[in-house]
Every structure is written in C-alpha cells, then in structure tokens.
C-alpha cells in the first residue's frame, strides 16, 4: 500500500529539513551530507555519513603490498570532498535551495517525496566522484543510493560503501546474514540465519586490523541505551534497522573507524570505545592468506577500481 502522508519541507539558508511523525532529518550543503537523523526523539548521528574507502590494513594485505599500492584509498577515505548538492521535489530537480533562492518557499512546504544527492571527489590522482542519493517519504522511510564511479588507473579498492558514525556506543546488533565474520573468500562456514551479536567486539589481534565482516545480509538492527542529550529521560533500548533494498549487502559495525585501528600497534592502544561505526558496504576486498601471510587474494576477489560499484539500502525505522 502506498504511502499517502505528506513529508514536511524546510527550506533553510544552509539545511534542507525533513520532518514527519516520529522522525526529523537536516541534510547540511556546507557540511556535505546528512547532519542529524533523529528518530522519535533519539539522535543517531555523530559525524556526517561519508563514502568508505578503507578497511583496516591486515597481516595479509602487509605481506602482498596491497596496502602500500592501494594507500590513496586510505587518503580519499579521510579527505574526500563534497563538491555538489541536487535537490528533487516529488521527482523535479529544484535550483539548490540556498538564501536568498530559499525565500520564496513558505514556512509550511509539504511533499509526497524528497531526493537530496551529493557528490563527492576524491584526492586520488586521477580524481574520480561518488553519489549519495537520499530519497525520504512521508512515513520517514530513507533510501540511500551510494555510487562509485570507476575510472582507469585507480588501484584497487579495500572497500566501497558509507560509513556512519553514531554518537554513543551500541549495546549489541542483530542481522539476518550468514554466521559469524565472512569476507568474500571466507563464507563457506557462514551458515544464514539470524543472528544476535552482544556489544561490539574487536578481534584481539596482537596487531590491531581488519575484522568484524559480515557478509550476504538482509538486514541489521543496531541498538542503544544511551545519548548525548543530558536532558532525555528515557534509557530504554531504541534501535535503527538497515535494510536491502535490492541485493544483500555487508557490514561491519564496530566501535573504532579504519583509522583508530589502523594508528594503534597494539590492542591496548586503541582508544577508548565511546561510538558506534557502521559501514554498509557494496563491494569488499577478500583476506586471502593462502600461503601463510603474503599470497595475493585471488581475481575473483579484487575490488576493481576502474569499474562501478554501488550499495542501495533503506533506513527502514526505529524500535
């Protein structure tokens, strides 16, 4: 049955503001992205989502020279850039909607649906672009479209999807997946099903790195107990499911970023664990590690980076 709540428009000097029962979304021109997602009262944003790039380097990736051949990516994950916003109104493309274009809209503007895309450029050398595309309706329902555009003589990828920084850390997840941590060339032993995963567990390397894949997955549900805003009262649980919208997808969802894992030279060095990190991802490196640590993963594994890549999923609801 289709939708038939009106979505509430606000056209801001700098924000473009989405609103309906039990929901608020502010998409930020300036800062690039989706700034705060709140459902029914609870903030589910730390940082603007942004494409990924980058997984953690591994034993693996050390021995073949991956990470030392493919360290641009761990720049664009870093440094990439919002370089355009495009707004549509129940399927029509709108001049962007900044002062003093934004004057001539009320403060009571409503629609059946609104898509917000912003494009990103990479550091790389050649540069190369990503999409995200959020189209909400008036049930606050999110889809977001996240495309790579392939271009030659890039390396090869770790990783492409858009990560999310959530603002405290998560009591645990469930998905509907296979088993247990999966990568491309390691799911033989994944059986689907679905699955609860308490807190969020870092694999105790001696050597932080990669961990916590999962892959051919329908969906996860991340759940908290805690904000940032002193003056909530609730500490119940609240959750955000993340669902596919066309094909399964991967994810990981830890407490640290690429980054944290990848600065610290042992587990005690890692900061402490303060946030939720879910990436949601299209496409994912394999491990590899067949003759010990330094074989190269096989073809069929690789991340291309001269071809598309791209992961669609819904922003489904709260609980």
């Not at 979304?25 to 990924?52: C, H, N, Q």
């Not at 994912?284 to 640590?293: A, C, E, H, L, Q």
């Not at 074989?295 to 991340?303: G, K, L, S």
Request: charged share 15%; aromatic share 10%.
């Amino acid at each position: 049955m289709a939708n038939t709540t009106k979505l509430n428009v606000i056209y801001g000097d700098v924000t473009l503001g989405l609103s309906g029962p039990g929901f608020h979304y502010i998409f930020a021109y300036d800062r690039g992205g989706l700034e705060s997602l709140v459902r029914y009262g609870k903030e589910w944003l730390y940082r603007t989502p942004m494409p990924a790039f980058w997984r953690a380097t591994t034993d693996n990736d050390r021995g073949n020279g991956f990470s030392t051949k493919s360290a641009a990516w761990l720049g664009a994950d870093m440094f990439s850039t919002c370089t355009s916003v495009d707004v549509a109104v129940d399927g029509q493309a709108i001049p962007l909607p900044i002062a003093p274009e934004n004057n001539k809209y009320s403060d009571h503007e409503t629609a059946d649906s609104v898509t917000i895309t912003f494009t990103y450029t990479t550091p790389t050398v050649p540069a190369t672009t990503v999409t995200v595309a959020y189209t909400v309706d008036g049930s606050g329902q999110m889809t977001v479209t996240a495309h790579y555009n392939g271009a030659a003589s890039l390396p090869e990828l770790p990783v492409f999807g858009l990560r999310f920084v959530m603002p405290t850390r998560a009591t645990g997840f469930d998905y509907q997946g296979l088993s247990g941590e999966t990568y491309p060339d390691r799911q033989a032993g994944g059986k689907p099903g679905t699955y609860h995963v308490a807190g969020l567990p870092v694999t105790p390397y001696m050597v932080p790195q990669e961990c916590g894949m999962h892959m051919q997955n329908d969906w996860v549900k991340v759940t908290r107990a805690t904000t940032q805003n002193n003056a909530d009262p609730d500490h119940q649980p609240f959750s955000l499911t993340f669902a596919q919208a066309d094909q399964p997808f991967a994810f990981s969802c830890l407490p640290y970023t690429p980054e944290e894992l990848e600065n610290a030279t042992h587990m005690e060095e890692l900061p402490l664990a303060r946030r939720t990190v879910l990436t949601i991802y299209g496409a994912t490196r394999g491990v590899g590690g067949i003759d010990s640590w330094g074989a190269d993963v096989e073809p069929q594994y690789h991340v291309a980076g001269d071809a598309d890549h791209e992961v669609k999923f819904v922003i489904a609801g709260v609980e």
